[in-house]
């Protein structure tokens, strides 16, 4: 499939799934680029992306170098010891979560780096993220960071999860971000929500998401 057909459905899906939404928010769309080419990518951007995620930092400099005019999320998880390969690339970072990161993410970046905190709402063992208790706890303590802003959270919903967990796990996400966001931080004005893949992009853009990440369904 072209991408720009790809992306016709999923303009047309966005649509729909907002006028289901109390929030009617239009999501930035991540077109998550990890598992194909640079010409694949290339494609995504003459079909209108602007956006491009990768989770690796082989793929996301590769990606990065060759293509022009795009925002870069990194939204894998980031060793502590790679930051200094990669932060001063990245113009949005969806996986801090955890202080060590942070505090090396202070120490190389040349600039403030867009942060999501990424949230761990299912509870499962296997999931990076902070727990949902911890996250207003976490984020006042990101204050004397200066070179971090925090943007908003980011999810990922577990694999086996079905519509009815993923949609309360979507909607704790959501309403973690506008009590954050209601501390009104100077340094965490904590406005957006990344949630939503391939396959639950429609349920999180009901529930407020202001990014979602699609591979698959568009570049796959
Ligand atoms: C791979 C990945 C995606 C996209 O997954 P698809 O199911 O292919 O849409 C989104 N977010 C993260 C963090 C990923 O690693």
């Known amino acids: 499939m072209e991408v720009k057909d790809n992306l016709e459905v999923i303009l047309n899906d966005i649509e729909e799934s907002k006028s289901n939404s109390p929030y009617h928010q239009t999501p930035t769309i991540i077109a998550v680029t990890k598992y194909v080419s640079t010409e694949r990518a290339k494609e995504a951007v003459s079909a ?60 190389r970046a040349d600039k403030k780096v867009k942060c999501f905190i990424q949230v761990n709402v299912s509870g499962e063992d296997s999931k990076h993220g902070i727990k949902p208790e911890e996250v207003q706890s976490f984020t006042q303590s990101l204050a004397e960071y200066d070179n971090i802003e925090v943007v908003g959270l980011m999810t990922m919903a577990p694999l086996e999860a079905n519509e009815i967990e993923i949609r ?5 996400l959501k309403q973690l971000q506008l009590k954050i966001q209601e501390l009104a931080l100077p340094h965490a004005p904590c406005t957006e929500t990344s949630m939503g893949m391939s396959n639950d992009y429609k349920i999180a853009i009901e529930e407020g998401a202001t990014f979602i990440r699609i591979g698959t369904k568009l570049v796959g």
């Not at 793929?59 to 200094?84: A, C, P, W, Y």
Request: charged share 30%.
């Open 48 to 107: 209108g992306i602007k956006d491009l995620g990768e989770n690796r930092i082989e793929g996301f400099i590769e990606k990065k170098e060759n293509i022009d005019n795009v925002t870069m999320h990194f939204i894998g998880s980031l060793q502590t010891r790679k930051v200094k390969e990669v932060i001063n690339q990245v113009d949005y970072l969806h996986s801090l979560d955890r202080m060590s990161l942070a505090k090396e993410i202070q120490k």
């Open 168 to 172: 309360a796990y979507f909607k704790h």
